[in-house]
T-cell receptor, first 116, second 115 residues
Framework: DADVTQTPRNRITKTGKRIMLECSQT?????MYWYRQDPGLGLRLIYY???????NKGEISDGYSVSRQAQAKFSLSLESAIPNQTALYFC???????????????FGPGTRLLVL | AQSVAQPEDQVNVAEGNPLTVKCTYS??????LFWYVQYPNRGLQFLLK??????LVKGSYGFEAEFNKSQTSFHLKKPSALVSDSALYFC?????????????FGSGTRLSIRP
């Protein structure tokens, strides 16, 4: 969905390096999410934020941190990257309202991360 | 605790035949259920959802799914498959009565439609 953008799209880094993945949205949604996708494991939630002052851990938050800089921006950081963080990372947004888009998540195109 | 299962890693169907992608769930109350599709090198796209109301839900690209509470299932179906339906499909569930619940995704089913 072009309304949710992620940068970079691809990244190669070395073990121990700090990296940041960024997500921006123009949908005006209040909720934002970070997931990682690994083959055979589906999507697993890393962190989520229901508004600018609300940050919550997901299933697999260890080794990651996030920052909600504004309603439209939600960044994911790997403080010291390790090889098992090699994965495809997705940002998603949703609206807390109860209209026809209730509970629907809209995904960015993903960031493919390789940690050597 | 809530969970969702997609028992088939891969489903192969001939073009023009009906297709079914299976999904079962476990939640303590009435669930919110979703299907998403992922095409190569793309993010997930929403297909359809069940929140409340009619058990048969119709979504994008001619897909539909039926909420079956007794069987705790939400199988995705399409009467006549297209080659362009080939993709990775994810079922997801949320327990709306759990204040801390999030959407949980299944492991995905790869659908392959042969010409």
């Amino acid at each position: 969905d072009a309304d949710v953008t992620q940068t970079p799209r691809n990244r190669i880094t070395k073990t121990g390096k700090r990296i940041m993945l960024e997500c921006s949205q123009t949908k005006g949604h209040d909720r934002m999410y970070w997931y990682r996708q690994d083959p055979g494991l589906g999507l697993r939630l890393i962190y989520y934020s229901f508004d600018v002052k609300d940050i919550n851990k997901g299933e697999i938050s260890d080794g990651y941190s996030v920052s909600r800089q504004a309603q439209a921006k939600f960044s994911l950081s790997l403080e010291s990257a390790i090889p098992n963080q090699t994965a495809l990372y997705f940002c998603a947004t949703s609206d807390s309202g109860r209209g026809r888009n209730q509970e629907t998540q809209y995904f960015g195109p993903g960031t493919r991360l390789l940690v050597l | 605790a809530q969970s969702v299962a997609q028992p088939e890693d891969q489903v192969n169907v001939a073009e023009g035949n009906p297709l079914t992608v299976k999904c079962t769930y476990s939640v303590s109350g009435n669930p919110y259920l979703f299907w998403y599709v992922q095409y190569p090198n793309r993010g997930l796209q929403f297909l359809l959802k069940y929140i409340t109301g009619d058990n048969l839900v119709k979504g994008s690209y001619g897909f539909e799914a039926e909420f079956n509470k007794s069987q705790t299932s939400f199988h995705l179906k399409k009467p006549s498959a297209l080659v362009s339906d080939s993709a990775l499909y994810f079922c997801a569930v949320r327990d709306p009565y759990s204040s801390a619940s999030k959407i949980i995704f299944g492991s995905g089913t790869r659908l392959s439609i042969r010409p």
